[in-house]
C-alpha cells in the first residue's frame, strides 16, 4: 500500500524553527518529485513547495521563500520541511504528497496524500 | 491567495446532480495546463478525483466527472450520495506564479 505518513508539528513561537518528516513506503521514493501542501484554519490549498527525485530542483511559493527548506533522504524514503523564522500565518495542517505526472499532461497532480502534522505559530 | 475560483457551497438531495465550476485565467487554465480535482473530508487526507481534467483513478465511482474548456473546469456529481458530503479542490499550474495553485475550494452538502 502506498503510504505517506507525515510528523513533527508542534506549537512553536513566532521567529521559532520546526523540522517537519514525513516517511513514505509502498512505493519507489526514489523515483519521485514530491511535495508539502498546507492548509491553514478555515481556509483552502496552498502549495509550499516540491522536490525533484535526487534533491537538485527545489521551489517554492512566494510566500516561504527564504524561510523554508524543502528536502529529502531517498536512503531513508524520507521528506523534509525546515521551517524557519515562522509566522502566526505559517499555521496550518501541512502535508506531504507525491507528484504524478504523463507523458502529456501539462499540470502534474498529487497522489496520494499524508493525513497532515499541525504546525501551531503563537505566542 | 486562491488564483482559481469556486462557488463556496453547493448542495443537492440525494440522488441529484451537482456541478461544481473552476474559474481561472490566461495564466493557468487558459494557458492549457492540465485541471485536477480533489476531495477533501476534514481531518483527513484529500483525495484525488479527477485527474487530467476528465479521468478517474482506479477506485473513484464514475458518478463523478470532470471537463475542462478555455479558462474553465468543471466537476459533476450525478446521483448524490451522503457520503459525498465533503470539500473539493480543484487544482492546475500557473505560470506567472511558476507554481502549483489550487481553487478556493467548494463545500458539498448532501440535503
Known amino acids: 500500500e502506498v503510504q505517506l505518513v507525515e510528523s513533527g508539528g508542534d506549537l512553536v513561537q513566532p521567529g521559532g524553527s520546526l523540522r517537519l518528516s514525513c516517511a513514505a513506503s509502498?512505493?519507489?521514493?526514489?523515483?519521485?518529485?514530491m511535495s508539502w501542501v498546507r492548509q491553514a484554519p478555515g481556509k483552502g490549498l496552498e502549495w509550499v513547495a516540491n522536490i525533484k527525485q535526487d534533491g537538485s530542483e527545489k521551489y517554492y511559493v512566494d510566500a516561504v521563500k527564504g524561510r523554508i527548506t524543502i528536502s529529502r533522504d531517498n536512503a531513508k524514503n524520507s521528506l523534509y520541511l525546515q521551517m524557519n523564522s515562522l509566522r502566526a500565518e505559517d499555521t496550518a495542517v501541512y502535508y506531504c504528497?507525491?507528484?504524478?505526472?504523463?507523458?502529456?499532461?501539462?499540470?502534474?497532480?498529487?497522489?496520494?496524500w499524508g493525513q497532515g502534522t499541525l504546525v501551531t505559530v503563537s505566542s | 491567495q486562491s488564483v482559481l475560483t469556486q462557488p463556496p457551497s453547493v448542495s443537492g438531495a440525494p440522488g441529484q446532480r451537482v456541478t461544481i465550476s473552476c474559474t481561472g485565467s490566461?495564466?493557468?487554465?487558459?494557458?492549457?495546463?492540465?485541471v485536477h480535482w480533489y476531495q477533501h473530508l476534514p481531518g483527513t487526507a484529500p483525495k484525488l478525483l479527477i485527474y487530467v481534467n476528465s479521468n478517474r483513478p482506479s477506485g473513484v465511482p464514475d458518478r463523478f466527472s470532470g471537463s475542462k474548456s478555455g479558462t474553465s473546469a468543471s466537476l459533476a456529481i450525478t446521483g448524490l450520495q451522503a457520503e459525498d458530503e465533503a470539500d473539493y479542490y480543484c487544482q492546475s499550474y500557473d505560470s506567472s506564479l511558476s507554481g502549483y495553485v489550487f481553487g478556493t475550494g467548494t463545500k458539498v452538502t448532501v440535503l
Open positions: 509502498g512505493f519507489t521514493f526514489s523515483s519521485y518529485w
Open positions: 490566461s495564466s493557468n487554465i487558459g494557458a492549457g495546463y492540465d
Open positions: 504528497a507525491r507528484v504524478l505526472a504523463d507523458r502529456v499532461t501539462t499540470s502534474p497532480w498529487f497522489d496520494p
